[in-house]
C-alpha cells in the first residue's frame, strides 16, 4: 500500500520556508528518541570529569566534582532521573545537554539535605534558597544544544570558581544557575521548575531561545534577572510563572553585540510575574519585563501583581522602540507605591496602551509625559484579577511572600482577564520542533491574559 506523505514545515517569524521535511505516516521512529553515542553512566560512584550517554530512568547519580560533558559528546537524562550535587559540583557543558523529564516522571537537580521552604517572611541572608549550594548548568561557547523538559533545578548559584570560570570564559565570581552562550546553539527550557538562587537564574549572552510554560520562584538571590537575555538572541518567551523575583522576570538586551551583528529580538507573551522586584530601587531597574539597550521584539498579554515596577522600556535610542511593540498587559496593586510605577520615571519610555488594564487613562493625566510622575490612586487594589487561591490585597506585605506555596494563580470564572489577550501575536520560532531534539511545543498566545488559560493550554504546573 502506497504511504501517506505529510509534509511538516517550520513557521519561522511568520513565514512559511519551502523545502518542508517529508515523513512517513508509518515512521515509528518520529515520537520515539534515539540515544546518543556512548555508554549509559554508571550510578554506582559520584561523578567526575568527562562524561557522556545516558542516564538511566528511576536511577540517582551523585555528582563528586564538576563534570563536563565535552564538545562533539552528549549527555541525555532519561525521565525520572535525580542528580544530586556534592561539592558545589555542576554540569559544564561544551557538547550537547538533554534532560527529559515528563510531567508524569519529571528530573530532578539539586542537593542533599535542603527543603524547599514556602513560608513568608524569611529574611533573605537565612533563606536556603539564595545560598547557592551548587554550580547550576553551565554552557560553554561550544555547546550546541541545552534542552531541558520537566525538569527541577534547585538551590544552584554557587560561584564558577577558580578553574569552572575561567574554562567557560566567565569570572570566577560568576555564578548564575544556568549559563548559555553559543550564537549558533539551542537553548530549550519547557516545563521546568527553578528554585533559588544568587545572581541571574539564566543568563544567554547569544543564542537561539525556546522558553516556554516554566516556574520561578524565589529567584535572583540579592540582584539578579531571571530570563536574561543579551548580545543577539533571539527566540520567545511564553506562559512563564514567575513569583518573588529579586529584579526583572524577563529581560532582553542586545548588550555584548557587536555593532553590524544580530540583534537580541525576543517576542514575549502570556506569562505571570507575582511580587516582583523586591531589590529594585524605582528608577533603575524593573521587576517583571524589561527592554534596553538596542532590544527589540513584542510582549503581550502578560499579568504583573504587586510588581515593585512595571513593564519597562528604557528610553530611545537605548531599547530599539521602533521595531518593539506591545498591547494588552495588566497590572495589579496593593499600595500607592506600586500603582505609581506602572508607568516608571525616569529615562524610559514606556507608552500606556489602550488595551492594557486597568485603562491607562482612566488615572494618567490626559498630558502625561513618558517617565514623568503621576498619582496612582484611582487603581490601587482596583480590578482584582481574581485568581482561584491568592488572596488580594495581599494579608502580608507582597515582599515577603516569594513562592507558591498552597497558591493557585488559575484564573476564576468572571475573571477580568478572560477572553482579553493578542491571539494574533506570532511567535519567533528560531529553534527546531521536536520531541526530543527540540521544542515539544510552541503554544500559541492565548485569549487569556497571562501563563493559565481557562482552555487548559499555557503553564501546566
Known amino acids: 500500500m502506497k504511504k501517506l506523505i505529510i509534509p511538516i514545515c517550520i513557521l519561522l517569524s511568520g513565514t512559511i520556508f519551502s523545502g518542508c521535511k517529508k515523513l512517513a505516516e508509518d515512521d515509528s521512529n518520529i515520537y520515539k528518541y534515539i540515544l546518543p553515542a556512548g555508554s549509559t553512566v554508571s550510578d554506582v560512584a559520584p561523578l567526575c570529569g568527562s562524561i557522556k550517554g545516558?542516564?538511566?530512568?528511576?536511577?540517582?547519580?551523585?555528582?563528586?566534582?564538576?563534570?563536563?560533558?565535552?564538545?562533539?559528546?552528549?549527555?541525555?537524562?532519561?525521565?525520572?532521573?535525580?542528580?544530586?550535587?556534592?561539592?558545589?559540583a555542576g554540569i559544564v557543558v561544551r557538547g550537547s545537554?538533554?534532560?527529559?523529564?515528563?510531567?508524569?516522571?519529571?528530573?530532578?537537580?539539586?542537593?542533599?539535605?535542603?527543603?524547599?521552604?514556602?513560608?513568608?517572611g524569611i529574611p533573605l541572608a537565612s533563606d536556603s534558597?539564595?545560598?547557592?549550594?551548587?554550580?547550576?548548568?553551565?554552557?560553554?561557547?561550544?555547546?550546541?544544544?541545552?534542552?531541558?523538559?520537566?525538569?527541577?533545578?534547585?538551590f544552584a548559584g554557587a560561584a564558577y570558581g577558580n578553574v569552572v570560570g575561567p574554562a567557560v570564559n566567565q569570572k570566577a565570581s560568576t555564578s548564575y544557575c544556568i549559563l548559555f552562550q553559543n550564537p549558533n546553539g539551542n537553548f530549550i527550557l519547557e516545563d521546568s521548575w527553578l528554585w533559588g538562587g544568587t545572581d541571574d537564574c539564566i543568563r544567554v549572552s547569544n543564542g537561539?531561545?525556546?522558553?516556554?510554560?516554566?516556574?520561578?520562584?524565589?529567584?535572583?538571590?540579592t540582584g539578579g534577572d531571571i530570563v536574561n537575555v543579551k548580545g543577539g538572541t533571539v527566540g520567545t518567551m511564553a506562559y512563564n510563572f514567575f513569583?518573588?523575583?529579586?529584579?526583572?522576570?524577563?529581560?532582553?538586551?542586545n548588550k555584548g553585540q557587536p555593532i553590524g551583528a544580530q540583534q537580541t529580538n525576543i517576542v514575549m507573551y502570556n506569562?505571570?510575574?507575582?511580587?516582583?522586584?523586591?531589590?529594585?530601587?524605582?528608577?533603575?531597574?524593573?521587576?517583571?519585563?524589561?527592554?534596553?539597550?538596542?532590544?527589540?521584539?513584542?510582549?503581550?498579554?502578560?499579568?504583573?501583581?504587586?510588581?515593585?515596577?512595571?513593564y519597562r522600556v528604557v528610553n530611545n535610542p537605548v531599547a530599539d522602540t521602533s521595531n518593539l511593540t506591545y498591547g494588552n498587559n495588566y497590572q495589579y496593586a496593593d499600595s500607592l507605591s506600586i500603582a505609581n510605577q506602572f508607568f516608571t520615571f525616569g529615562p524610559v519610555c514606556t507608552r500606556p496602551q489602550p488595551t492594557d488594564l486597568p485603562l491607562p487613562s482612566t488615572y494618567l493625566p490626559a498630558n502625561y509625559t513618558y517617565g514623568a510622575t503621576y498619582d496612582g490612586t484611582p487603581v490601587v487594589k482596583v480590578l482584582?484579577?481574581?485568581?482561584?487561591?491568592?488572596?488580594?490585597?495581599?494579608?502580608?506585605?507582597?515582599?515577603?511572600?516569594?513562592?507558591?506555596?498552597?497558591?493557585?494563580?488559575?484564573?476564576?470564572?468572571?475573571?477580568?482577564?478572560?477572553?482579553?489577550?493578542?491571539?494574533?501575536i506570532v511567535p519567533l520560532v528560531v529553534v527546531p520542533v521536536d520531541p526530543v531534539y527540540g521544542a515539544s511545543e510552541v503554544t500559541p498566545p492565548g485569549a487569556d491574559l497571562g501563563c493559565y488559560q481557562t482552555n487548559g493550554r499555557g503553564n501546566q504546573h
Request: charged share 15%; net charge positive.
Open 54 to 88: 545516558v542516564m538511566l530512568t528511576g536511577k540517582t547519580y551523585t555528582l563528586g566534582c564538576d563534570v563536563y560533558v565535552n564538545k562533539g559528546d552528549t549527555l541525555l537524562v532519561q525521565p525520572g532521573v535525580k542528580i544530586i550535587s556534592t561539592n558545589s
Open 97 to 120: 545537554f538533554i534532560s527529559l523529564g515528563t510531567k508524569e516522571q519529571p528530573n530532578t537537580f539539586t542537593v542533599a539535605g535542603q527543603i524547599k521552604d514556602a513560608t513568608p
Open 271 to 310: 506569562s505571570t510575574f507575582v511580587n516582583g522586584g523586591l531589590q529594585v530601587i524605582p528608577g533603575q531597574r524593573g521587576s517583571c519585563i524589561n527592554f534596553e539597550e538596542g532590544s527589540k521584539g513584542a510582549f503581550f498579554n502578560n499579568v504583573a501583581v504587586n510588581c515593585r515596577v512595571g
Open 243 to 253: 513569583i518573588g523575583t529579586a529584579y526583572n522576570g524577563q529581560k532582553a538586551s
Open 129 to 154: 534558597a539564595h545560598k547557592g549550594f551548587w554550580r547550576g548548568i553551565i554552557g560553554d561557547t561550544s555547546c550546541t544544544n541545552m534542552i531541558i523538559k520537566w525538569t527541577h533545578i534547585d
Open 384 to 424: 482584582s484579577p481574581q485568581f482561584v487561591n491568592f488572596p488580594l490585597p495581599e494579608p502580608v506585605s507582597p515582599w515577603s511572600v516569594s513562592a507558591i506555596g498552597n497558591a493557585n494563580f488559575r484564573l476564576q470564572p468572571g475573571s477580568p482577564l478572560i477572553g482579553k489577550g493578542n491571539t494574533t
Open 208 to 221: 537561539k531561545i525556546h522558553v516556554f510554560r516554566n516556574t520561578f520562584e524565589k529567584c535572583g538571590g
